[in-house]
C-alpha cells in the first residue's frame, strides 16, 4: 500500500511500498536511512549534531520520517540539508558525483536501494511532500560504480581502522584521514593480528 502524500508531514521520508516486510529488511533499510540523514547533515552542517532529527512512523504503509528538530535547526538549515540531500541524489542518478554527499552516505543510499529490488520494487524517498525521489536498482548501479575502487594497489596506507571482518575473506575499512574515504583493505592471515 503506498503512502498517502496528503499525509506526509515530515521533511524527508522513506516509503516503502509494501504491506509485509521482513524485520531484518525493514531495520536495514530504517538504519541505512537514518544513517543517510546523519551523513548528509554532518557534511552539510558540520557545526550542527547530526543526531537532532525526530522520526514518524507513518500508518498503513512502510514510511518512515525525520524532521529537523525546530530547536536546534533553523527552517532554512532544514532546507538546506533536505535539499542538498535530494540535488545529490539527482546529480547520482545523472551519473555525476556529488560534491556534498561522502562515500558513506553514497554508501547509505546504494544499501536503500538494494534492500527491496526483488521483492519491493517501489522505495522513495520523499522531499516533504513536494516530490519523490525512486530509489531502485539502476540508481542503485549508478552509485555504486561512482565510490567503487578507482584501482587496486599493494602498500600502505594512513587512517582510522573502523571494521574488520573475516567472513568468508579477512578485510578491513580503513578511513583515509585525508577525505575520510572508506578504503577496503584485503588482509593475509599472517598479518591480520
Not at 600502505?156 to 583515509?176: M, N, P, R, W
Request: glycine content about 6%.
Amino acid at each position: 500500500m503506498a503512502i498517502n502524500t496528503d499525509q506526509i508531514t515530515t521533511d524527508i521520508t522513506l516509503e516503502i511500498d509494501e504491506d509485509i516486510i521482513l524485520i531484518a529488511d525493514f531495520k536495514k533499510a530504517m538504519d541505512s536511512f537514518i544513517s543517510l540523514v546523519k551523513e548528509i547533515t554532518k557534511t552539510v552542517m558540520p557545526e550542527h549534531h547530526s543526531d537532532v532529527w525526530t522520526v514518524k512512523v507513518y500508518e498503513g504503509s512502510a514510511g518512515l520520517g525525520v524532521s529537523g528538530d525546530y530547536r536546534n535547526y533553523r527552517p532554512d538549515q532544514i532546507d538546506v540539508i533536505r535539499n542538498a540531500l535530494f540535488d545529490s541524489l539527482n546529480e547520482i542518478s545523472a551519473g555525476v558525483r556529488p560534491s556534498l554527499m561522502s562515500d558513506k552516505a553514497i554508501g547509505h543510499s546504494v544499501k536503500i536501494a538494494k534492500c527491496f529490488n526483488e521483492l519491493h520494487p517501489v522505495t522513495r524517498l520523499w522531499n516533504k511532500k513536494e516530490s519523490a525521489f525512486e530509489l531502485d536498482s539502476t540508481f542503485a548501479g549508478k552509485a555504486a560504480k561512482l565510490i567503487e575502487p578507482a584501482y587496486e594497489e599493494f602498500g600502505t596506507i594512513d587512517g582510522f581502522l573502523q571494521e574488520v571482518k573475516s567472513h568468508g575473506a579477512d578485510k578491513c575499512v580503513i578511513y583515509d584521514v585525508l577525505n575520510d574515504r572508506a578504503i577496503t583493505c584485503e588482509v593475509s592471515k599472517s598479518i591480520l593480528a
